[in-house]
Structures are given as structure tokens and as C-alpha cells.
């Protein structure tokens, strides 16, 4: 694949999304396709799941049209503990169903990206003043099972939308940090109310 030029129009995208680029181009059924207005060569390249921007192989993004059809990605059939799913490199993957597992997983991605996921744990604060609860963190047990670079489970957390993963010492290193700042948080609340009171 080439330009005018001879230059590859792809060149240094990653292999991964080249593949999705490509299903999207040939109409795999597990990538969105959605076309890109001005650009009929660079469609969605992202999974059947629901998104709320569609992206290109480059990272440019467009709005969803609100009269296109909702795009469902068919879910991978738990059975006897066992889950089994299809994927685009390896065919039908089936694979033990840790009893921890949400049971969610969507066919047609790679299986490098298949993983398990327990149902999220939140750390809830209640904001009060009319803003209700914020969620602080949330923590969930993950695995990747087929990962080159780490297959064992980890607890993974959300934070600040950036996804993290930690193993044992690195969940001990997060309590720490917890603890650490809620001495931080405590002195500041002494601060503020000693701030309160003098501009009374």
C-alpha cells in the first residue's frame, strides 16, 4: 500500500491497528468501519463495542452519528467454567473462567487482549454541598492471560482515566501512598479550619 509518492500512507502506525485498519477495509465483522467524512480510505478502526467518538488508524476522531445503528459486540459464552471466544489471529480460544471473572468478554479481538475482569471496587467520597458522591478509585482484579509481558492477575486501577496495573508490592506501595497523603489531607483540614475561624 503506497501513495502518489511511493511512500506508505501507513508508515509507522503499529502493526496492531494496521490488522484493525485492514478488517475495517474488508469488513471484518468485529471492527466498527464507520466511514470518515472526507476521508473514505480511513474508517473507524475501532471494536463493535459502544464508543462515543469513532477514531482512525491514526487517531483522529468524529462523532458518532445519532442516526446510525447501535453497534453490539456479541459477548464470548461462559459454560461448565470454561469461556469460549473467537479471535482474529488464533481462531476459538477456550480458556478456564476464574470465579472472580464479570463474564465479559467480546469476540473478535486479537488474543493477546483477551482478559479477565472482576466487577469494579470503589473508593466512594461523599462531597456533600449538593454534588453527592465522587468516585476516588476504582480497583479491580485483571489478568491477561495470554500477555507476553505480564499474564499473572494483577489489581488494576483507574485513576485520573489513566489505567494502571500493580502486582503485589505495587498495590502495598499504593496503601502507603493512601496513608501517606491522608496525614497530607488531615493536617490540610486543621489548616482550614484554623483559616475559617480567623476570617470570622
Not at 475495517?24 to 467524512?37: K, L, M, T, Y
Not at 488508524?57 to 459454560?79: C, I, K, M, R
Amino acid at each position: 500500500m503506497s501513495d502518489d509518492s511511493g511512500r506508505d500512507p501507513l508508515e509507522g502506525v503499529p502493526a496492531e491497528l494496521r490488522d484493525w485498519h485492514q478488517g475495517a477495509i474488508d469488513g471484518d465483522p468485529a471492527v466498527c468501519a464507520a466511514p470518515q467524512s472526507g476521508k473514505p480510505g480511513y474508517p473507524c478502526v475501532l471494536n463493535t463495542a459502544l464508543h462515543a467518538q469513532h477514531q482512525d488508524v491514526f487517531g483522529n476522531t468524529w462523532n458518532v452519528d445519532s442516526e446510525e445503528p447501535l453497534y453490539v459486540a456479541t459477548l464470548a459464552p461462559v459454560q461448565g467454567g470454561r469461556v469460549t471466544i473467537q479471535t482474529r489471529d488464533h481462531g476459538v480460544v477456550v480458556l478456564d473462567e476464574p470465579a472472580w471473572c464479570n463474564r465479559k468478554h467480546i469476540n473478535g479481538g486479537f488474543r493477546e487482549d483477551i482478559q479477565h475482569q472482576a466487577e469494579d471496587s470503589s473508593m466512594v467520597f461523599d462531597v456533600d454541598q449538593g454534588y453527592g458522591p465522587a468516585e476516588i478509585l476504582t480497583s479491580f482484579l485483571h489478568q491477561r492471560p495470554f500477555s507476553p509481558t505480564r499474564p499473572e492477575v494483577t489489581l488494576g486501577f483507574d485513576m485520573s482515566d489513566q489505567f494502571v496495573e500493580l502486582d503485589p508490592a505495587g498495590v502495598d506501595k499504593l496503601a502507603a501512598a493512601l496513608v501517606e497523603h491522608a496525614a497530607v489531607l488531615r493536617a490540610a483540614a486543621r489548616r482550614l479550619s484554623v483559616l475559617r475561624g480567623a476570617a470570622r
